[in-house]
């Protein structure tokens, strides 16, 4: 059985839509052209570590099976502050011992800091801030907002390099990018104050989207208005942001997205061969026997012993 490290994507720019969004301060509704840009995630396929810690790549069209089993650490040796190539990281095989993923030799290490920092809350969390801006203090962090497909707005904290990827991972009809700082401390103070104080969540969505209950247009008109409320209501220095020319864009879903369905648990294909097709917002798509799309969130099978190969 192999353990399941990473999902291999690239982000490749398509190039800019127009959007019609309506002028919110237009008594008659007038509309105004705005730009969108459109990026496409090329799945390269799964990052797998063999039980001697290579590591080797499955890519789409590869059969395999999926069970469930112990988690094992997240750590890898791969830098904190910049992109590698990550098949030629090292993974640690020791198996997790704590709640955010990590063996106890790595629980105080750079990477299982940073996750306390981003994942965590309150005061323990912004210790583990402070560390990571001592130690990387010319890293940027951005803080971001995206509209999700029911029309919600979610705030989080990113590191500037991963922008692009970070939204890839997340189910969502358009995002941008709201501060962007060297100070992770600060970051993280302001998707506090904004998911408590203004109605914005710091989650995501719980289950897969498969179609959109908001235009594009409508997202666009949503996240304005949130941001003009952000300027106006809250005591948050966001720079000076141009709310009519922000820097809006999309990783657009695949098309395999509708026709999926949600596996919500990993017993019901234990015995069954899968076809990695694709990934997107946090999903797997998988082709099973008869032709079904099934879609499994990666939380359930990474950093596990889950799959096997046929």
């Not at 997202?219 to 304005?224: D, S, V």
Request: hydrophobic share 35%; aromatic share 8%; glycine share 6%.
């Amino acid at each position: 059985m192999l353990v399941f490290r990473l999902v291999y994507k690239d982000i490749k720019a398509l190039g800019e839509s127009e959007v019609k969004s309506k002028d919110l301060l237009s008594f008659f509704g007038s509309r105004r052209v705005y730009k969108v840009k459109d990026y496409r995630l090329v799945f390269k396929g799964l990052i797998v570590q063999e039980s001697n810690g290579s590591l080797s790549l499955l890519e789409p069209g590869s059969t395999m099976r999926l069970v469930e089993s112990q988690s094992y650490c997240r750590w890898h040796n791969g830098p904190l502050n910049s992109k590698d190539n990550p098949l030629e990281r090292r993974y640690c095989l020791n198996p997790s011992k704590s709640s955010l993923g990590y063996c106890l030799k790595h629980l105080r290490s750079d990477r299982a800091l940073y996750d306390k920092c981003v994942s965590g809350m309150g005061s323990e969390a912004l210790n583990a801030c402070k560390i990571i801006d001592e130690k990387y203090p010319d890293l940027e962090h951005v803080v971001y907002l995206t509209v999700l497909p029911t029309g919600k707005v979610k705030v989080g904290v990113t590191r500037k390099f991963r922008i692009l990827e970070r939204i890839a991972e997340q189910q969502h009809v358009i995002a941008t990018q709201l501060v962007v700082t060297r100070s992770v401390v600060e970051a993280r103070k302001i998707e506090m104050k904004l998911s408590s104080e203004n109605g914005i969540s710091d989650k995501g969505l719980r289950s897969l989207s498969r179609t959109n209950s908001i235009s594009v247009e409508q997202a666009y008109n949503i996240l304005e208005s949130t941001i003009n409320n952000i300027v106006r209501n809250m005591d948050i220095d966001i720079g000076n942001i141009d709310i009519e020319n922000m820097d809006v864009f999309r990783i657009k879903s695949p098309g395999i997205l509708s026709k999926a369905e949600e596996l919500k648990s990993i017993d019901m294909v234990e015995n069954k061969d899968l076809v990695l097709r694709d990934y997107w917002g946090g999903f797997l798509f998988f082709e099973d026997g008869n032709g079904r799309i099934i879609a499994v969130k990666t939380t359930k099978i990474l950093h596990k012993k889950s799959i096997i190969m046929l």
